[in-house]
């Protein structure tokens, strides 16, 4: 099995997050991981990981060209994946968002990717009952017509696309048909924010059984604040210390996963009361350094 992630950007943030997934895997190196591969404009940040992983270093020719004709962002990540798919075609291949961390089994996982199970993170539902305003608003846009030769039902699922794993059968099919998807919604000027998730949602629905990750791999998309503190704090003191990275792992056996939310909802009025009382009361007698 092979793993994938796409790292964008200067947020150190995101790359701490990125190595914290990384050692997560590399805990279960012995379970069937053949090669992890991150795909980013910052090599730099990987040096610590070289000897465990293969660095792509993505230039900005490629992230546009990536990025397809309608210039949407994020179709790079199916991009990504069609890149991963062929550079192994014959393994499976799990792609991850930096927010997210191994804690089932490896094994499992990979023998279930091996027996044609693709995965995604969780099931949201239908995208017919969903009620964000941008997904009322999707579903109004794509209900009744044909995307990729998929017609648009009414039991199409969103999945969520913080993990994506692809079978080595039939996997340049699948990515092939989530690119046509995503090119297709784009040419319709369908709202953009969720098309490469809805894409790949429903190409691999098409291509395989699809089944929830979840139960092996935790996705903190909406507890970040929480985990990218600890998480800083556990490479700060691995940085004070000069860990070695068998030297984190072994630190990770202490790591209190359970401690922490992976997932929290936190309703628009308080973020809006939030924004409101920040704007009302910001901080007096700021000085600086003179």
Same mark, same amino acid.
């Given at each position: ?35 992890i ?5 910052a ?25 397809? !004709? ?12 069609e890149?991963?798919?062929?550079q ?20 499992k ?16 539902? =239908? ?32 999945w ?6 692809? =079978? ?13 998807i995503?090119? !297709? ?26 089944r ?31 860990r ?37 009361? =910001? =901080? ?7």
């Amino acid at each position: 099995m092979q793993l994938l992630f796409l790292v964008f950007g200067n947020n150190l943030q995101n790359h701490f997050q990125a190595h914290f997934s990384i050692l997560s895997f590399l805990r279960q190196k012995n379970s069937g991981l053949a090669g992890i591969t991150v795909v980013t404009d910052a090599p730099d940040f990987y040096l610590h990981l070289a000897q465990h992983i293969t660095v792509h270093t993505l230039d900005a020719h490629t992230l546009q060209e990536w990025q397809g !004709e309608y210039r949407f962002f994020w179709r790079a990540k199916i991009k990504a994946l069609e890149y991963a798919v062929r550079q192994h075609p014959e393994a499976p291949l799990l792609y991850l968002d930096t927010d997210t961390f191994l804690h089932g089994s490896l094994a499992k996982l990979r023998q279930e990717l091996s027996d044609g199970v693709a995965f995604m993170h969780e099931a949201e539902g =239908p995208l017919a009952s969903l009620t964000s305003k941008t997904e009322r608003r999707m579903w109004q846009q794509v209900k009744d017509r044909s995307f990729g030769g998929v017609a648009m039902h009414e039991q199409l699922l969103m999945w969520n696309a913080g993990v994506v794993g692809i =079978p080595a059968s039939k996997n340049l099919e699948a990515v092939g048909l989530a690119l046509r998807i995503c090119d !297709e919604l784009c040419e319709q000027q369908v709202t953009p924010r969720l098309i490469e998730q809805f894409a790949l949602s429903v190409a691999l629905a098409e291509t395989y059984t699809l089944r929830a990750a979840r139960a092996h791999l935790g996705h903190y998309w909406s507890t970040k604040d929480d985990w990218n503190a600890s998480i800083s704090a556990f490479f700060l003191e691995s940085h004070l210390k000069k860990r070695t990275v068998e030297a984190e792992l072994a630190a990770m056996s202490t790591f209190d996963y359970q401690n922490l939310p992976i997932k929290q909802k936190v309703r628009n009025t308080q973020r809006r009361l939030e924004n409101l009382v920040q704007r009302l009361f =910001p =901080p007096q007698q700021v000085n600086y350094i003179e």
